[in-house]
């Protein structure tokens, strides 16, 4: 369950910022997660609910964005989204592909007070 790390990580790096900015509240904080990054959005929201307590966090919500799996074939140079983890170009049918998005675990935004 990697989700335990990625919330501790997210909690350091906004709690950094919240000190940094003096902010007073947290209400909100949008994440953006990739199909292939094998996290399961439940288990974050889980995760983060328990770590934060206590902390300027506590109450936030946990906003979770799916970034799509996007590819370019390296043959045709088509760009596509990639439906049900098939990896396959739909115009000219090739598996030579260049993964444009994904994977990504970033912090989008914050709302605060």
């Known amino acids: ?7 501790q990580e997210l909690i350091a790096l906004v709690e950094e910022q919240v000190k940094a900015h003096q902010v007073k ?7 953006r997660i990739g199909k292939m990054a094998a ?3 439940s288990s974050l929201t889980f995760c983060f609910e328990i770590l934060s307590r ?3 966090l506590e109450g936030a919500i946990l906003e979770i964005e ?3 799996i996007r590819c370019r074939c390296t043959r045709c140079q088509e760009e596509f989204e990639v439906e049900s ?4 170009c739909p115009k ?3 598996s030579e592909l260049k993964q444009l998005s994904g994977r990504e675990c970033l912090i989008h935004h ?4």
Do not use: A, N, T, Y
């Open 1 to 7: 369950m990697h989700e335990l790390s990625l919330v």
């Open 25 to 31: 509240k947290v209400h909100r904080i949008v994440v």
């Open 39 to 41: 996290v399961v959005p």
């Open 54 to 56: 206590g902390s300027q």
């Open 66 to 68: 799916e970034i799509p």
């Open 85 to 88: 983890f098939i990896f396959f």
């Open 92 to 94: 000219c049918q090739g």
């Open 110 to 113: 914050l709302e605060v007070d």
